[in-house]
Each structure stands twice: as C-alpha cells, then as structure tokens.
C-alpha cells in the first residue's frame, strides 16, 4: 500500500445560496476510518466530492497525500457493453489486477450488457472497479445502497481489509460498520 | 500513460463508430446521403443547376451531419462519472477532450469524404469540383469535430442540451461553410487555406474550452 494520509481543516460547504456545512475538521492516519452521518441533505455527499478534489470547498483545505477512489452512485461503466468489457476499460487505465470479478461474485454476470444489471449488481461491480484501482484513500458514498445481506456483509469485510492493509476510508453511509479505528462525524452538528 | 491513452481512444472510437442502439456513423453519413438525394428532388432536374449549387449543397448536408452525435459527445461521460473517475486518476479533462476531437473526427470525417462520392454523383458534379470539395471536406472536417466537441462540453448538463448545442453550432460553423463552400467557386482555391485556418485555430481551442466547461458543470 502507497504512502497516505488525510486532513481536513475548518471545511465548509455552500451550495447556491445556502451554507450547507462548516467548520468540518478531522485527520486520518493510514489503517484509520471515519464514517459521515446525518440526514439526507446535510452534505455528506458534498464533503465526499470535496475531499476527492472534485469540488471547491467554501472555506477551509484538504492535505491528501496518496491517490483516491470514489464509489457513487454512478458506477461510470458503460451501460451498452458486457460487464466484463466494461470493467476491462478501467483495468487497462488502472493496470492489470487479479480477478476482482470472482471476489464480488461477478463472474455468472462477465457477459452480461451494464444496463440490465440491477443497482445492487451496480454497486458490486463499483466496488470491483475500486478494488482493481488500488488506491490507498478509499471514499465510500452509500457503499451498502442496493447490496443484499451477503453482499453488504462482503463490503464491509473488504473496507476492514483495506484499513488492515494501512489504507485510509471514508465513509458516508446510514448502516453500521465495525472497525477497530473508526470515528464518526455527525454532520448535523455542524450544519449551519 | 501512453497505455492510457490508447484505452481512452480505443473506448472513444467504440463508443462513436459503433454507438450500440444511437445508430454510430452510420446515422450522419446516412442523413448526409439523404439531404444531397433529396436537394434534385426538390428543385428539379436541371443538371447545369444541380452542378452548379451542389457543391453548396454537400458543405450544407455535412454540417447539419456533424450535429447529429453531438448529444453523445461529452454529456454520458459526465453523468455516468467518467469524469469524476478520470480526475481521480490524474487524467486531465484536457486531454479526454483532446482524445474525443480525434476520436469523433475519425468517427464522421472520413466516412463523410467517401460518402461525398455518391453524394457528387447524385448532385451531378464533375471530377474537378468532387476533388475541390473532397479536399475542403478534409481542412474542414476537423474544424466541425472540434465545434461539435467544444459545444457539446458546453452545454452538457444544460436542460434541452441537444437542441441548444445542434442550435449553437450552426452559427458558429459558418467560417468553415463560407471558406469551404466558397472554394468551389472559380478562383475561390485559397478557400481552402483558410478553411484549413480555421480548422486548426478551433482545434487548438478545443482541449482547453472543452476541460473548462467539464470542471464547470460539476459545480
């Protein structure tokens, strides 16, 4: 696992004219966890993408150092090929990898179009995608949305695997995860 | 990162030459064939006055061609993530875009040029003025792909989009079309420089507007 490590200071959201969020602090260490809850519209989504770079915070700075992966709602596999071809895309940007589709339960599916796999299916094959990347900063939006028992069960094994392994995870997610470093922020109480 | 690259060309090119269900080249060269059969249709058959304007006629039919994938350009890359993943990666907006041109050129440019064949002869053009307008097609074919590229960026995300972009375009393109369909007449050659002129100045536009306008529209 690569080097990482991730900060945020004093973080605060807008969108349009509301203030979403502020004041939002916290440091991780490699193998360290932290899961973002509060209810729907609070920001949890919008600090994920603030934390990835993908957004400008309103105020406040983010020091990352080691590449991330962000699973969202959007799986970004492309809805008309096989699954298996969609996912070979990613591993021909992120460099060959051992059989992430087997680890998922994926292989049945290899041959079948992304667009009629159900949003649970979606979410596993995501996950495969996040796993293939073998980023040290894992940035996890609803990660358990649409997955049955077995699978969410497999996800959250994999998110435990990955803080062994020394990697950093963030999470925003209602369900509960049990891991030896893991912090909550409720984000309700920083709501402005 | 050249390996990058080269998957990035590869997805681009299977995605617009093929397009699954949305027709791929096949819809523009088609619509492209079409209008020229439909132009002797319409205004009759007068073979000195077919030949005169056909060459008009197919700079016309190409331009309207190259709006019709431009809803597929940059729009489902951005709402399936694509984008959001690539900036992750550490591959800039600017060089997707930079890939898409070349891959969406490919994609109608060349299959337009052999589609102008039966298209002139439809339209009842000589050899010379086939040639003159091959050539114009190819310095100005590349300016469309960009034009498409840079407003299919821009108004990604917006509602009604597509008829925005196809509405965008269509003013934008008329350098190339006065250039380009002007070089048909006599002692209009150096339209063709300048078409090729224009071509390049959008090209060299393009990765940088089109990175732009994607930040842009995540926020």
């Known amino acids: 696992m690569q080097e990482c490590r991730l900060a945020a200071r004093d973080l605060a959201c807008r969108r349009g004219e509301r203030i979403l969020f502020a004041g939002v602090s916290f440091a991780l260490e490699p193998g360290e966890a932290l899961q973002l809850v509060g209810p729907n519209g609070i920001g949890k989504s919008s600090l994920i993408r603030i934390v990835a770079g993908l957004m400008q915070a309103f105020g406040g700075a983010v020091e990352r150092t080691g590449a991330c992966g962000l699973v969202d709602e959007r799986p970004a596999l492309d809805p008309l090929l096989p699954l298996g071809e969609a996912l070979a895309f990613w591993r021909r940007i992120d460099g060959p990898t051992d059989n992430e589709l087997a680890r998922l339960g994926l292989s049945d599916l290899a041959d079948v179009p992304v667009r009629y796999l159900s949003t649970g299916q979606k979410k596993r094959a995501a996950l495969a995608r996040l796993l293939g990347q073998d980023a040290p900063v894992w940035l996890l939006d609803e990660p358990l949305n649409g997955l049955d028992r077995s699978a969410a069960a497999l996800a959250r094994e994999l998110v435990a695997e990955h803080c062994a392994a020394g990697g950093i995870c963030v999470i925003a997610s209602h369900q509960e995860f049990a891991l030896p470093a893991l912090r909550r922020i409720d984000m309700a109480e920083h709501a402005a | ?219």
């Open chain 2, 1 to 219: 990162m050249s390996g990058r690259l080269a998957a990035l060309l590869r997805r681009d090119l299977a995605r617009l030459f093929i397009g699954g269900r949305r027709g791929g080249s096949a819809l523009p060269v088609l619509f492209f064939l079409a209008v020229a059969m439909l132009f002797p249709f319409a205004v009759g058959p007068d073979a000195p006055l077919l030949a005169r304007t056909g060459g008009g006629v197919i700079w016309v039919a190409a331009l309207l061609a190259a709006i019709l994938p431009l809803d597929r350009l940059v729009e489902p890359d951005i709402e399936m993530g694509f984008f959001d993943q690539w900036a992750l990666r550490g591959i800039a907006e600017e060089l997707v875009i930079a890939v898409r041109v070349l891959a969406h050129w490919l994609s109608f440019g060349p299959p337009l040029m052999l589609a102008a064949v039966p298209a002139a002869a439809l339209l009842g053009l000589d050899a010379d003025t086939l040639a003159t307008v091959e050539l114009g097609l190819l310095a100005g074919t590349p300016g469309l792909a960009a034009l498409g590229v840079i407003v299919a960026a821009l108004t990604a995300g917006l509602r009604g989009g597509a008829a925005l972009a196809g509405l965008l375009v269509i003013p934008m393109a008329v350098p190339l079309l006065i250039f380009g369909a002007g070089s048909l007449a006599p002692g209009g050659e150096s339209g063709l420089a300048l078409t090729g002129a224009v071509s390049l100045v959008l090209i060299a536009m393009v990765p940088f507007a089109g990175g732009a306008a994607v930040r842009a529209s995540r926020n």
